[in-house]
C-alpha cells in the first residue's frame, strides 16, 4: 500500500529521478535516510519499474521518426499477433507498441537514423508479416510535447 510520502515521492522522481534523498527532502518532509529506504523498497517492490535517461532533443532531431498504424488481417490468428507483438517488442528502432481500438489495431512509434533504415524495418517487421493487413506512417515534423508521467494522488 502506498501512502502519501510514496505518492509524494513518485510523483516527483518521474519528473526527475537523479535528485538526492537530500533534495527530495525539501518537498517531502521525511529524512533523506527515510526517502533513500522507501526509494529502495519502491525498486524493489516492482513500483519504479526503471530509471532511464532522456536525450536532448537537439541530440537526436535528425532522426526520422513515425507514428505507424497497424491493422491486423481479418483472419489474423493469435500466435500470428503474439509473434507480431514479439517482433515489435524486440525491435530497438521501436519506441513505444500499443494494442489500441478501433479501425487500426496496434499503434507504435518508430526512430529511425533514416528513411531507408525506416524502409528497411518497416519491410522486416510489418511488410514480411501475414498478420499485417495493412499500415498508415504518418512522420512526425516536431516534438510538441513529451511527459510520460503519471500524477499520482491519494485515494
Keep these: 500500500m502506498l501512502d502519501r510520502f510514496d505518492i509524494s515521492l513518485l510523483n516527483l522522481v518521474q519528473r526527475d529521478d537523479g535528485q538526492t534523498a537530500e533534495v527530495l527532502a525539501k518537498n517531502v518532509p521525511l529524512s533523506p535516510s527515510a526517502i533513500a529506504r522507501r526509494l529502495r523498497r519502491l525498486r524493489a517492490n516492482g513500483i519504479i519499474a526503471r530509471t532511464i535517461a532522456l536525450l536532448s532533443p537537439r ?24 509473434a507480431l507483438e514479439k517482433r515489435l517488442l524486440e525491435a530497438p528502432c521501436v519506441q513505444f507498441c500499443y494494442e489500441i481500438a478501433g479501425p487500426h489495431d496496434i499503434v507504435a512509434l518508430f526512430d529511425c537514423e533514416s528513411m531507408s533504415a525506416f524502409n528497411d524495418a518497416s519491410d522486416e517487421l510489418l511488410v514480411s508479416s501475414p498478420t499485417v493487413r495493412r499500415y498508415e506512417t504518418h512522420f512526425v515534423k516536431r516534438e510538441v510535447k513529451f511527459a510520460p508521467f503519471v500524477e499520482l494522488s491519494e485515494g
Design 59 to 82: 541530440l537526436v532531431e535528425r532522426r526520422l521518426r513515425a507514428l505507424v498504424l497497424i491493422q491486423l488481417s481479418e483472419h489474423a490468428d493469435l500466435k500470428g499477433k503474439d
